[in-house]
């Protein structure tokens, strides 16, 4: 059964470091989202991918984020100066269409910064 | 702004127990709910959905109803078993142009034999 896959699945970095986390959604989707969890809070909705370019981001996902395809297969997550608040379980999902259809789920990146 | 509340957990249960996880939610318009569980280093996968009120999504044994004079989608199962025991997560999707799940915390279910 396709599913989406993530790296690393845990990753430590110092404040102020770029990271980025990377996600291969199912190869027939066209739809690609990040979410994150705080430990102790909700899931949380950061950014959705579309054709190539952004179609929704939450308050969340502010100068310090990007996200990119940079090919067929990898859409990755940028976070460019990592702060301490920023570590968190990083979501990637993906979906064949836009709306109320399933959403699939990777296992999460979990981001450590100290 | 759309909202989600789901009963806290840790929620330990015997086998065969009876399962109730509290759902109910705050959104503008008519919503799409979604059950999504967590299983130990597993993504989120959807358990059940439903698409408009008194529609009733069920799988694996689960169900849930989406009533929306009571703005909830409690989760229920007759009788649990030890591989039910997982995070599970309340959801929905309120349209409008949005993209984003808005999710509730997670109840973390623990299944005894």
């Known amino acids: 059964e396709p599913e989406v896959t993530q790296t690393p699945s845990h990753q430590v970095t110092q404040m102020g470091q770029e990271v980025i986390l990377r996600c291969v959604p199912i190869s027939n989707h066209l739809y690609f989202y990040w979410y994150r969890q705080i430990l102790g809070q909700k899931v949380e909705f950061l950014v959705s991918f579309y054709n190539n370019e952004i179609s929704e981001k939450s308050e969340i996902f502010d100068d310090q984020f990007s996200v990119e395809r940079p090919d067929g297969s990898n859409f990755t997550l940028k976070i460019r100066s990592t702060k301490l608040e920023d570590s968190a379980m990083y979501f990637c999902?993906?979906?064949?269409?836009?709306?109320?259809?399933?959403?699939?789920f990777g296992p999460g990146t979990r981001l450590t910064v100290l | 702004g759309d909202s989600v509340t789901q009963m806290e957990g840790p929620v330990t249960l015997s086998e065969e127990a009876f399962l109730t996880i509290n759902c109910t939610y705050t959104?503008?318009?008519?919503?799409?709910l979604f059950w999504y569980v967590q299983y130990p280093g597993e993504g989120l996968q959807l358990l059940l959905k439903a698409t408009k009120a008194d529609d009733k999504g069920s799988n694996k044994g689960f169900e849930a109803t989406y009533r929306k004079e009571t703005t909830s989608f409690h989760l229920e199962k007759g009788s649990v078993q030890v591989s039910d025991s997982a995070v599970y997560f309340c959801?929905?999707?309120?349209?409008?142009?949005?993209?984003?799940?808005?999710f509730g915390k997670g109840t973390h279910l623990i299944i005894q034999p």
């Open positions: 999902a993906s979906s064949e269409v836009r709306g109320a259809g399933e959403q699939f």
């Open positions: 959104a503008t318009g008519y919503p799409s």
């Open positions: 959801a929905l999707y309120s349209g409008g142009g949005a993209d984003g799940l808005t």
